[in-house]
C-alpha cells in the first residue's frame, strides 16, 4: 500500500511537473509559513461546508436595479469581455493557470497555520464584516515601520510596479516602508507563480509574490494591501446588501472563495461599501463560464467592480485602521472640502476622493480636461485619450471635467458615444460618472458600448468626471443639461422594463431613420420600451 501510494505521488509530481504546475515540495517551500496540507485540508472542508449550505438554502431571490425591491429576474447589459494578456487579466485566471487556486484564500492570500484556525476553523460559514483585524491586533499591523527587500527573482519589471505600489501607501498614509533585507519583520517580493500575499505582519519574513502577468501597479497595490492588513472588499459581513453571488456560474474549486468574514477577523471601520475598491475582485472573477459571478445591486456599477485604483475609502480605511488620522488635530489642521481629510504627511493638505485636487479639495486635479457650464438645453463635450497602441502603459492618462450648474439645479449626464476595452474595472481605459451625494464614493465606471444612452441625474449642482486610459485609445462623448431639482422624482439610475430585446413598435427602423432613438424629447425609459433593439437599449436577464 504504502508503495504505491509512493508511486502515485511520484506520477502526480511527473504531470504537474511536465503541465508547469509547482509540486507540493515547491509549494511547502514557498509557503513556508504554512502547512500545506492543513490549508488545502481547511480549504477543501470550507468548500465541503459551502456547498451543503447551497444545496439546503431556498433559491436565491434577485433584485430590481435602483429599487431595492425583490423580484424574480435580475437586468444588467449584455457585454462580451475583451481579453488583453496572454497570462490571463485577473487574479483568478493567472493564479488558477499557475496551478494555485487550492492553497489561496479568497483567490490570493496566504493563511499562517493560525490564521487557518482562526479564519476556517470556525464550522459555520462566515456571516459577518475589509480591514483584518482579530484578537491579536494591534501586534498584526506593522506599527511605524514595514520592512521589505527583493529576492533574487524579482525582475525590473515588479520593482517597479512594486515601488509604485510603496510610494502609494506612503504618500497617502503615515505609514513607512523601507527597502531592508535585515530586518527581523519584512516581505519578500519575488516572482513565484502567480499573484498573492499574506494577510498583515506574521512575523519574520512573509512572501508576496508578482509572478508573470502581476507586475502592474494595480496589482501590486492589491497585493501590498493584503500584506498591510485588507481582506476582500466582496468579503465585508455587508456585502449581500450590494452584491449579489450567482454560485451558477462560479468554478467549482473556487466555490469556497466567495466566504465572508467574521466581526472577530475583520472591521471596516463604519465605512460604505465602495465597489470602486482596489481589494473588490471584478465582476467575472473566479467564474467557469465567463458569465458574472458578482452582480451589483446597484447595477450601473458592475462594470466598477475589479478596479486597479485605490479608492478613496480605502485610503481612508487604511489611515484609520494605523492610526494615521489622529496626528492632524482639528482646529489646526487643513479645512478639507467635499469628503476630503488632512494628510498625515502635512497637516495643511488634504487627501481627496477622486475628481477633486487643490490643498483643500475645493479644485479640478490639474491636467487635461476643463471646467464646463451646464445650461437648461444639451451640450456636449468629446474626448480621445490614449496613444493608440495595442501596448500596457505603466500609469492611466487622466483628463478630469467638472460640469456644474446654478444652484437649486441638478445635472442630468448622458453617454452619447463610448470606445473603450470593455473588461472587469474597466482596468484598461472609460470613464467615471460621479454623481452621488456622497462624494467619496468612486463613481460609476463604463467601458463598454453597450452604455450608450446611459443617463444619472446628479445629486447636487457639480459633477465631476474622469476619462482615463492606459491602453490603445478612449473615446467618449458626453451630453449634459441642468434640470430643477425639485422636477426630479428619484435619482436612481434606470430601472429595467418589461421587454428585455425586441422591439414592441413596428415602426422601429423607421423611426431610427428619423432620430428616434437619440431624440432627448422621448425619455429613455420610452425609447427603450417601444424599440429596444434597434436602438441598442436592451437588458440583459440574468436569472439565479
Known amino acids: 500500500m504504502k508503495m504505491k501510494k509512493r508511486i502515485l505521488n511520484i506520477l502526480l509530481t511527473i504531470v504537474l511537473t511536465v503541465i508547469g504546475f509547482p509540486t507540493d515540495e515547491e509549494l511547502q517551500q514557498t509557503f513556508q509559513r504554512t502547512d500545506i496540507n492543513q490549508l488545502r485540508s481547511a480549504l477543501t472542508d470550507l468548500r465541503q461546508r459551502w456547498n451543503t449550505k447551497l444545496q439546503e438554502a431556498p433559491t436565491a431571490v ?79 499591523i506593522w506599527g511605524t515601520a514595514v520592512y521589505y527587500y527583493y529576492d533574487s527573482t524579482a525582475t525590473p519589471k515588479i520593482k517597479k510596479a512594486f515601488e509604485a505600489a510603496v510610494a502609494f501607501w506612503q504618500n497617502v498614509t503615515c505609514i513607512n516602508i523601507y527597502q531592508s533585507s535585515t530586518a527581523i519583520n519584512r516581505i519578500r517580493v519575488f516572482q513565484g507563480q502567480g499573484c498573492y500575499s499574506y494577510v498583515g505582519k506574521v512575523t519574520g519574513v ?39 453571488i ?26 460604505p461599501y465602495d465597489y470602486g475598491s482596489i481589494m473588490q475582485y471584478g465582476a467575472t472573477s473566479a467564474s467557469g463560464n465567463d458569465k458574472p459571478t458578482m ?25 484609520e485602521h494605523y492610526k494615521c488620522k489622529s496626528i ?16 498625515p504627511r502635512n497637516c495643511q493638505t488634504c487627501i481627496c476622493p477622486s475628481g477633486y485636487g487643490g490643498a483643500l479639495c475645493n479644485e479640478k486635479p490639474s491636467g487635461c480636461g476643463e471646467a464646463l457650464t451646464a445650461t437648461g438645453e444639451w451640450r456636449n463635450f468629446t474626448n480621445t485619450i490614449g496613444d493608440g497602441l495595442p501596448t500596457l502603459r505603466d500609469n492611466h492618462t487622466q483628463c478630469y471635467y467638472w460640469v456644474s450648474a446654478p444652484e437649486g439645479q441638478v445635472i442630468e449626464i448622458r453617454i452619447a458615444t463610448l470606445n473603450a476595452v470593455t473588461i472587469d474595472g474597466c ?7 460621479k454623481t452621488h451625494k456622497d462624494q467619496k464614493l468612486t463613481g460609476y465606471r463604463y467601458c463598454s458600448s453597450a452604455d450608450q444612452n446611459t443617463t444619472h ?33 428619484s435619482t436612481t439610475t434606470l430601472s429595467p422594463v418589461v421587454n428585455s430585446c425586441q422591439d414592441l413598435h413596428p415602426n422601429c427602423a423607421a423611426f431610427a431613420i428619423n432620430g428616434f432613438c437619440f431624440n432627448i424629447f422621448y425619455s429613455i425609459e420610452a425609447r427603450r420600451y417601444y424599440c429596444a433593439l434597434t436602438c441598442n437599449l436592451c437588458w440583459t436577464y440574468l436569472t439565479f
Open 246 to 271: 450567482n454560485y451558477a456560474n462560479i468554478d467549482q474549486s473556487y466555490i469556497e472563495q466567495f466566504d465572508k468574514e467574521t466581526s472577530s477577523t475583520n472591521y471596516n471601520y463604519g465605512m
Open 295 to 319: 452582480i451589483a445591486k446597484d447595477t450601473e456599477y458592475q462594470d466598477t467592480m475589479g478596479s486597479d485604483f485605490v479608492g478613496f475609502y480605502d485610503i481612508s480605511m487604511m489611515n
Open 427 to 433: 482596468i484598461f481605459g472609460g470613464i467615471e460618472i
Open 62 to 140: 434577485t433584485w430590481q436595479a435602483g429599487t431595492g425591491q425583490q423580484v424574480q429576474k435580475f437586468p444588467i447589459r449584455e457585454k462580451k469581455r475583451d481579453r488583453i494578456k496572454d497570462e490571463g487579466d485577473t487574479l483568478h485566471q493567472i493564479n488558477k493557470k499557475a496551478g494555485l487556486n487550492e492553497l489561496l484564500y479568497q483567490g490570493d492570500m496566504v493563511l499562517t497555520t493560525d490564521q487557518i484556525t482562526t479564519i476556517l476553523g470556525s464550522q459555520d460559514v462566515r456571516s459577518k464584516r475589509q480591514a483584518y483585524r482579530d484578537r491579536y491586533y494591534p501586534s498584526t
Open 457 to 489: 441625474t446628479s445629486s447636487g449642482n457639480l459633477v465631476p468626471i474622469i476619462l482615463f486610459n492606459r491602453y490603445a485609445t478612449t473615446r467618449a462623448v458626453l451630453e449634459y443639461r441642468y434640470v430643477s431639482a425639485s422636477s426630479v422624482v
Open 328 to 343: 492632524c488635530v482639528t482646529g489646526s489642521s487643513a479645512n478639507c472640502t467635499n469628503g476630503g481629510f488632512a494628510n
Open 206 to 244: 512573509q512572501d508576496l509574490s508578482l509572478g508573470k502577468g502581476c507586475e502592474e501597479f494595480g496589482t501590486a497595490a492589491h497585493e501590498l494591501g493584503h500584506a498591510l492588513g485588507f481582506f476582500h472588499t466582496q468579503s465585508r459581513f455587508d456585502r449581500d446588501n450590494y452584491i449579489k
